[in-house]
């Protein structure tokens, strides 16, 4: 029997978002076995054995502990010893009863006794916010409505109850629930941000002969900063500070679902070119929720976010967990500066560096913030870079 696997720090379940495979497959080593949502990213799990599928622990939708049932094997011939009884997935729980919802696209979960209760009541289950699991549309949640549109008053019935409606509050997934406790979390952190507006120039044309995005070429600065200055890639931990050897770096990726930040393993020991390509692997697998497992674990230790995609100049960024420092990229765009006594138009971006106060102090991010600006404005310095 295959266990649901630990899917990252602190995660104590995953929910089951689409079986990959089907009890009586022929499965090999490392085949993809199902797409399990957590509190971070939808990931695809991989399974540890090449065999035969026996049983699948759990249905669509399902929320299953780490360490519970998920699939059962047959290795060799053999049922697997750990073998957890269960019935096959398509007689655990049948899928929730779907209707289309009123005049929008999706899908409102409801069962028939409730769609036909919504009809008799003159409810729209579309305008209806579901209270059961998984977003489901139970009976109360139709009345209270029927309630409201009864109550309104004579005359004006339509207008209030569609205003009423609209304040209805949204529901909220796994992912943009753990976004709102996580920003909570690290709220309490003494974090402050400390910005710095550096002529472009040398990082547009370096970047432009390449053929990359200016994203890798900072990552690759910054992890040659963290060498002059290696508290930028320490953390807090109780009453002392732990400085790390290698540098995942955090990338914060804009999808539909929420931001995503999936990690660049090992970005210190990485070329440009492998960077650009791993940054633009790793933002297509989370818009297409299909992040590996490896891709969220181990835990960065520290982040960049390219806010300048779109269009922000400058932001204070929140610092993602574990990490000391989490640093935003600005819009390059063309700004009047001062080059040897004279205002010139040049293209220009500020750098928003967010630190933990506890591990770093204004001076000591500051000479760090330094270190990365010059870099960035000095050819010389961008070619001295792994390409």
């Known amino acids: ?35 399990v949502e957590t509190a971070k990213a939808v990931v695809e799990v991989p399974s540890p ?37 269960a019935a096959p997935v ?31 009541l003159g409810v729209d289950l579309g305008t209806v916010r579901g209270t059961g699991p998984n977003g489901r549309v139970m009976e109360d949640d139709v009345r209270r409505v029927a309630d409201r549109i009864a109550s309104a008053p004579e005359g004006a019935v339509a207008v209030n109850v569609h ?5 209805e509050p949204l529901p909220v997934d796994p992912i943009r629930s753990s976004i709102a406790e996580t920003l909570t979390e690290q709220a309490l952190i003494p974090q402050v941000t400390t910005f710095r507006t550096f002529d472009a120039t040398a990082l547009e044309a370096f970047r432009t002969e390449l053929g990359v995005s ?28 732990d400085l790390r050897g290698k540098i995942n770096v955090a ?45 969220i674990v181990p835990s960065a230790t520290v982040a960049v976010s390219n806010t300048g995609s779109y269009g922000s100049e400058a932001g204070t960024p929140i610092l993602s967990p574990g990490t000391s420092v989490t640093l935003a990229i600005g819009v390059i765009a063309e700004r009047a500066l001062v080059v040897d006594g004279a205002v010139v138009a040049r293209p220009a971006a500020t750098l928003s560096l967010t630190f933990d106060h506890r591990v770093l102090d204004g ?12 870099l960035l404005q000095s050819d010389r310095a961008l070619r001295d870079l792994p390409r």
């Open 1 to 35: 029997m295959f266990a649901m696997p630990d899917l990252g720090e602190g995660l104590e379940e995953g929910r089951i978002v689409r079986w990959l495979v089907a009890a009586g497959d022929t499965i090999r080593l490392n085949q993809p076995l199902v797409e």
């Open 49 to 85: 054995f090449a065999g035969r599928v026996v049983t699948l622990h759990g249905a669509e939708e399902d929320d299953v502990p780490v360490g519970g049932a998920l699939v059962t094997f047959e290795v060799e011939g053999a049922i697997d010893p750990g073998t957890v009884e």
């Open 90 to 120: 398509a007689e655990a729980r049948p899928a929730p009863p779907l209707a289309e919802r009123g005049g929008t696209t999706g899908s409102v979960a409801a069962t028939p006794p409730v769609r036909k209760l919504a009809k008799d």
């Open 163 to 167: 205003e009423d409606l609209r304040i």
């Open 214 to 241: 200016p994203l890798p070429v900072v990552v690759a600065a910054l992890c040659r900063t963290i060498r002059e200055h290696p508290l930028v890639n320490a953390r807090w931990s109780a009453d002392h500070v």
């Open 251 to 295: 990338i914060a990726v804009d999808t539909e679902r929420g931001l995503m930040i999936p990690v660049l393993q090992d970005a210190g020991r990485r070329a440009i070119s492998d960077l650009g390509a791993e940054i633009a692997r790793l933002a297509d697998a989370a818009r297409s929720g299909s992040l590996a497992i490896a891709d």
């Open 363 to 374: 001076a000591a991010t500051g000479r760090a913030l330094t270190t990365l600006v010059d």
